[in-house]
């Protein structure tokens, strides 16, 4: 099996102001992070960061946006881990994403993808893809996901951090 | 999760290469995964992807595309090949493609492919291909437009298993 469940987070009660994993050791290939989660922004959604080993310094990218009526890009010094329902989102929505980061242990620059969308059953929601770059040659070894307006994710937000190996199967050759 | 994601190989360039071929794919899979991270030597350009060594004029896809300015859309028909990095790109600039080839064992269906991908400060892809053969993919190559694969490119394979 080449996905391995590392962890997994539900929030409880009164809320949490980040989503931590801590510790993760170096043994994958690369990591993915799927979540789904709500914050008490007074918004129908929220925009979900993403820091690495503590650090919001050296990260950029690039989002290709759509919201149901127009499509945008644009250049950001942060990282976007997707799209949360904001307080004023259809009740019992979260907004879902994943975080993909590739070769997370090697000593080159962290490049990573992020997709996701702030679920709503109503006008205002919206489909997120970002390209994303750690400029770091640090292994990865802890990862957070965080509101970028410093709201709290509310109660039932979920995620979970993937590691994924490379191996190999008899039969399939590689050349 | 639904489904189960199995490592078929995996390669990292130790030298330059124009192409990299995954071959023998047991048709035991529902889907195939490809991910890619590395770059392109001076003049290559793209990233491009071919099944069962067809380099014919068989391949379709429509994109779009983000540079942090402005969202474009664009396609291509009866090409020989899926770009994955459907924009020029310059030398070394690091690249990272996930891409999802669904039903690929099947005889019975056109191949299609799901792709995201992007290169570092210049384009965020999201790319739909079609390989217009109801053939089996048994082969997977992916190789630089000219020009070669950069070592240190790492390139993966995975099988999807049905939940």
Redesign the interface.
């Known amino acids: 099996m080449a996905i391995t469940k590392i962890a997994e987070v539900t929030v409880g009660s009164g809320g949490v102001a980040s989503i931590d994993f801590t510790s993760i050791p170096g043994t994958y290939t690369d990591l993915m992070v799927v979540f789904g989660i709500r914050s008490g922004r007074a918004n129908h959604s929220d925009e979900v960061d993403i820091k690495f080993n503590g650090v919001t310094t050296n990260l950029s990218g690039r989002y290709l946006s759509g919201d149901g009526a127009s499509a945008g890009s644009g250049s950001v010094p942060v990282a976007f881990a997707g799209y949360s329902a904001g307080s004023t989102a259809t009740a019992n929505t979260f907004g879902n994403g994943q975080v993909y980061i590739p070769n997370y242990s090697g000593a080159t620059a962290k490049s990573f993808s992020a997709e996701g969308t702030g679920e709503n059953n109503a006008t205002n929601s919206s489909r997120l893809i970002f390209a994303g770059l750690w400029n770091s040659t640090a292994a990865i070894t802890s990862l957070s996901l965080y509101s970028d307006s410093a709201n709290t994710f509310q109660q039932y937000s979920t995620a979970t951090l993937y590691g994924i190996q490379k191996g190999s199967l008899a039969g399939v050759t590689v050349s | ?1 639904a489904s ?8 990292t360039l130790g030298s330059a290469a124009s192409t ?7 048709a035991t899979y529902r889907d195939l995964r490809l ?1 890619i ?1 590395g770059s392109l030597s001076a003049g290559s350009n793209y990233f491009k992807l071919n099944f069962n060594g067809d380099g014919g004029a068989n391949y379709n896809y429509v994109f ?8 474009t859309s664009g396609s291509s028909s009866n090409d020989v090949s899926i770009y994955q990095t459907p924009s020029s790109i310059g030398s070394g600039v ?3 493609i ?1 891409a999802d080839i669904f039903d690929y064992g099947q005889t019975d269906k056109h191949k299609s492919t799901l792709t ?1 991908s ?9 790319i739909a291909g079609r390989w217009a053969s109801t053939s089996a993919i048994t082969s997977v190559a992916v190789a630089a437009y000219s020009g070669n694969l950069n070592s ?1 490119t ?6 999807i298993v049905s939940a």
């Open positions: 999760m189960a994601q199995v490592a078929l190989a995996t390669t990299v071929t995954f071959s023998s794919i047991p991910v991270q779009m595309r983000g540079d942090g300015t402005s969202a690091n690249t990272m996930t995201r992007h290169s570092d400060g210049v384009y965020v892809w999201a240190g790492v390139i993966s394979l995975y099988g």
